[in-house]
């Protein structure tokens, strides 16, 4: 199977938008999903950056700066985020919601955004935790939710 079959048969079974210039699958990000997170980030003066990508790691969307790759982002985000579920399977197995990293820079937390994408969101060192979970964590729900739709073709209402 050639690898751009291979890519189109990974796109309808993640259902997720796809990224890979060296097969012509440049896509640009979604724009629902742009827009919500261009909103959270206006929402949150300490967010430094966010994304969406898919469990796999690809890239769906960001508002990232231009310091940070957003495709390396996605990978390594896919990558905390299966760590983060194969721990929560092994230690309690309930479902992965939420990981939060934090450095002496600032945060990295990534939502788990439905079983197909995570939302991760970087924040200052001074950032509120409490708040950059009472805004980030719907705005997961909505993006999985959202992704369901475009995936199946209908429409939900934008975030409030």
């Given at each position: 199977?050639?690898?751009?079959?291979?890519?189109?048969?990974?796109?309808?079974?993640?259902?997720?938008?796809?990224?890979?210039?060296a097969?012509?699958?440049?896509?640009?990000?979604?724009?629902?999903?742009l827009?919500?997170?261009r909103?959270?980030?206006?929402?949150?003066?300490?967010?430094?950056?966010?994304l969406?990508a898919?469990s796999?790691?690809?890239?769906?969307?960001?508002?990232l700066?231009?310091?940070?790759?957003?495709?390396?982002?996605?990978?390594l985000?896919?990558?905390?985020?299966?760590?983060s579920?194969r721990?929560v399977s092994?230690?309690?197995d309930g479902?992965?919601?939420?990981?939060?990293?934090?450095?002496?820079?600032g945060?990295?937390?990534?939502?788990?955004?439905?079983?197909?994408?995570?939302l991760?969101?970087?924040?200052?060192?001074?950032?509120?935790?409490?708040?950059?979970h009472?805004?980030?964590r719907?705005?997961?729900?909505h993006?999985?939710?959202?992704?369901?739709?475009?995936?199946?073709?209908?429409?939900?209402?934008?975030?409030p």
């Amino acid at each position: 199977m050639t690898k751009r079959r291979l890519g189109g048969l990974r796109e309808r079974l993640t259902k997720v938008a796809m990224s890979d210039p060296a097969h012509g699958l440049n896509r640009v990000p979604d724009p629902v999903v742009l827009a919500v997170l261009r909103t959270l980030r206006g929402r949150l003066p300490q967010l430094t950056g966010s994304l969406v990508a898919s469990s796999d790691g690809l890239l769906i969307a960001h508002d990232l700066p231009a310091s940070i790759e957003p495709e390396g982002m996605a990978a390594l985000a896919a990558s905390e985020l299966s760590l983060s579920q194969r721990m929560v399977s092994i230690a309690n197995d309930g479902a992965f919601r939420e990981v939060v990293v934090q450095s002496t820079n600032g945060y990295a937390v990534i939502y788990a955004a439905g079983s197909t994408a995570s939302l991760t969101v970087l924040a200052d060192p001074g950032a509120n935790v409490g708040r950059l979970h009472l805004e980030s964590r719907p705005v997961a729900h909505h993006i999985a939710d959202h992704l369901v739709d475009a995936a199946s073709g209908t429409q939900r209402p934008a975030l409030p």
